[in-house]
């Protein structure tokens, strides 16, 4: 629980833009420290989005803070073992009895902590549990069909515009739009975003669907040279969430998430080993979807005046420590505890940065850093970057204790 003090913000009304995982986490962090907070989401429903997540003990302990690990419980499933594997011939390198934890990993003790084992969930079941907590709170919270324009602000407060006319004012804002974050684009002006040299295929392959003992362990990591796989069981056991990756030179698609043809999928790994091979024939056409991996440079810098940025808006990072949604939650929980500590909205975000840029920056090398070694295609120039990464440490992180 996160204690109220007397203190000069706590009556503000926080404007969120996104209502993704990172936006919603924050909603929820700020509306139990009793702020009012408004989130505005440019979808017009709160759907579905076939994909999986891990959560790490580090969003383990932000949703704890936030009153939500019991109800996590119920709907995540915790893997019993899991293996590295050649992606050619299936044969498993590494057996892990509990993965995850990777204390035990590194030097045969278990942690005891009971938030250390990661949990698989599907997406849409993470957000939906946000969504319901933000609405218990006030069931007005959220705004659908608010797709951000512009803002202005001054010494008063922040007026957002979105594309519909519609317009609120608050004390602050902040940018929780994602990875091709518009509020960060309005912000600091032209915004590089690189293809960062991978695409992905996901897509979620019913367990039955598969010829009996394809799938052995609960968890796999396939590695190969210039591509890999992914693949871990969710909702019960019942489905995989796959993921394949491809270095690539470029990106020709339009949009960075389309639908993907599965002979295309199909064609990428006809000659890796059965049990991918078995995995790509049976995802569903409708779940197979095509990613462009992109991102930026970390910045310096997320905020000006009274408007900043939250989750991937702030820091996009490369899928490849499974840490993207972990960090935004970070952040959500932190900035209401920066924003409760503080006198005024410049001081709480001068701490939200000071607390959140250095760490944030470290994962995102770390996660470039460990596409590379997962593809066997090490850079020096970036081991050199990544040498302070150790997963260890960013897993053990607590936003709800770390000093701010
Ligand atoms: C293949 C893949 C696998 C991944 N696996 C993991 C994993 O295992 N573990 C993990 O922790 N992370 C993982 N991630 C990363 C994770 O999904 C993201 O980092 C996380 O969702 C970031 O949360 P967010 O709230 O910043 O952004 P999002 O969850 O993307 O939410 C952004 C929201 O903003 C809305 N929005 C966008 N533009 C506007 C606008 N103009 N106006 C209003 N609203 C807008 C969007 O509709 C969306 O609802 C993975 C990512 C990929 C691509």
């Not at 218990?136 to 957002?160: K, M, R, W, Y």
């Amino acid at each position: 629980m996160l204690f109220a003090r007397e203190s000069v913000v706590k009556d503000l009304h926080v404007v969120l833009i996104g209502a993704g995982i990172g936006g919603l986490t924050a909603a929820i962090a700020l509306q139990r420290a009793g702020f009012k907070v408004s989130v505005h989401e440019q979808a017009n429903e709160l759907g579905e989005v076939g994909a999986g997540l891990t959560l790490a003990k580090n969003a383990n302990k932000a949703m704890r803070s936030l009153g939500l690990t019991d109800k996590l419980v119920n709907i995540g499933f915790r893997p019993e073992n899991g293996g590295r594997k050649d992606l050619m011939t299936g044969v498993i390198h590494d057996f892990m009895s509990v993965p995850g934890d990777v204390r035990k990993e590194k030097n045969g003790k278990p942690d005891p902590d009971p938030d250390a084992r990661f949990c698989m969930y599907h997406r849409a079941d993470i957000h939906g549990l946000l969504a319901d907590t933000v609405r218990a709170h006030d069931p007005d919270a959220i705004h659908l069909g608010h797709c951000f324009q512009s803002f202005t602000q001054d010494g008063n407060g922040v007026e957002v515009t979105f594309s519909n006319g519609d317009t609120v004012k608050g004390d602050l804002a902040i940018g929780c739009d994602g990875n091709r974050s518009v509020v960060r684009q309005a912000l600091f002006g032209d915004d590089k975003v690189d293809f960062l040299g991978y695409v992905a295929w996901r897509g979620l392959v019913p367990v039955d669907a598969m010829p009996e003992g394809t799938i052995d362990t609960d968890t796999s990591v396939f590695n190969g040279t210039h591509r890999s796989v992914v693949r871990y069981k969710i909702r019960g056991g019942k489905t995989v969430n796959f993921a394949a990756y491809a270095q690539k030179k470029d990106w020709a698609d339009e949009g960075w998430s389309v639908p993907a043809r599965k002979d295309e999928l199909v064609a990428e790994f006809s000659d890796t080993c059965e049990e991918v091979q078995q995995m790509i024939k049976h995802i569903p056409a409708e779940t197979c979807f095509r990613w462009g991996m992109f991102g930026r440079e970390p910045m310096k810098t997320w905020t000006v005046g009274r408007v900043s940025l939250l989750g991937d808006a702030a820091h996009p990072m490369l899928p490849f420590l499974g840490q993207g949604a972990g960090m935004s939650m970070e952040d959500g929980v932190v900035i209401a505890r920066c924003l409760e500590a503080s006198d005024t909205i410049e001081e709480a975000f001068l701490r939200y940065e000071k607390a959140r840029i250095e760490r944030t920056t470290l994962v995102t090398i770390g996660a470039r850093f460990n596409g590379l070694k997962l593809h066997g295609t090490i850079e020096k120039a970036l081991e050199e970057r990544a040498k302070e990464f150790d997963a260890i440490t960013i897993n053990d992180y607590n936003p709800a204790t770390v000093p701010i």
